[in-house]
């Protein structure tokens, strides 16, 4: 597999697959175009002679700059468990790194047990939350009314 930055184009390639990875989740809108155009640098792609495997959209914070943020990774159904998403996580934190970032942060849905997995596996803490859901802290909406969300934080 090859990984290399987004670029505006990919948006139309990235976005048509999304509800699909997600099996049949409605995920689309979670992902606008402003994220191809103003974070190149930081998010990544995989792609081998089957097109493209896998993505990871991500940025340093203007806020705190020693904090970036994965707004969105998702890999292809047929390749997972083939480490892209290690990849595609693994080169953001090296890119990010050598900008001055102590740490990562992202958040996924309750309902989304297998990000939950991958995260915990991957390094990650989940942060105190305001409430308990199925023995996980969340943030009761987060992302407004309805849509807790847990957090995750990484320190490098």
Known sequence: MDIRTITSEDYEMVTSVLNEWWGGR????????????HFQDTSFI????????GFLIGFQSQTDP?????????????FRK????K???????ETVKKRGCTKVNCVTAPV????????????????????TVNG???????DGPGEDRILFVKYM
């Open 46 to 53: 995989t792609y081998g002679p089957e097109g493209m495997t």
């Open 87 to 93: 990849q595609l996580y693994d080169r953001f934190m």
């Open 136 to 142: 996980i802290p969340v943030f009761a909406n987060y």
């Open 66 to 78: 020693e904090t970036a943020y994965i707004h969105f990774s998702g890999v292809h159904p047929d």
């Open 112 to 131: 989304n047990k297998v990000s939950i997995a991958y995260h915990t596996k991957l390094g990650f803490e989940v942060e105190k939350g305001t409430k």
């Open 26 to 37: 409605q995920m689309k809108d979670k992902l606008p175009r402003l994220f191809f155009e």
């Open 82 to 85: 083939m480490q892209i998403g």
